[in-house]
């Protein structure tokens, strides 16, 4: 689903400095540790069907991290409520923080709110349709970065492990 709000205005924001040339991204603050968000669950009363869903479909603590890890991958999910298949995808970025929370940071970005230090994230990786996930490895540099879902099957998270684990490497 194309995003047509004021995601435009984030990816031209002046200011934002990014590392030249490759896919790795270079921002002040990444830390060692789990950091990022937590406790994360899904929105109550979230469709998987149609677009009705008026909540952001994840809620947790510390939503508004946008600092990458220095030690570990890191796992980053955009997102707009009104969209199912962001809903699906929620559903899968949960249960994979349920299995993965103690090896891997995990954000959260919605796209209609992100933080100012989620904004840097938004420009370097945010390619205008949601839903979308970008996996980095320890080191910053992106080993996936697409939108769409990862699998046909509610909550299928094989694809994410696989992912993730290619990111440990």
Known sequence: MRRKSATLALLLLPGILFAAGGSEIKLPGAAAGPGGARNLTLAPQLSFTDDSSANFPIRGENLGDGRIASDRPTAIFFGT?????????????????????????????????????????????????????????????????????????RGDTSRLEELVRSAQR
């Open 81 to 153: 409520a009104h969209c199912w298949n962001t809903n699906r995808e929620a559903e899968r970025f949960v249960r994979l923080y349920e299995i993965r929370k103690d090896s891997v940071r995990f954000l959260v970005v919605d796209l209609d709110r992100p933080s100012r230090e989620q904004k840097p994230l938004v420009a370097r990786l945010y390619s205008g349709y949601i839903p979308t996930l970008a996996i980095l490895d320890r080191d910053g540099k992106v080993v996936y970065n697409r939108s769409g879902e990862t699998a046909r099957e």
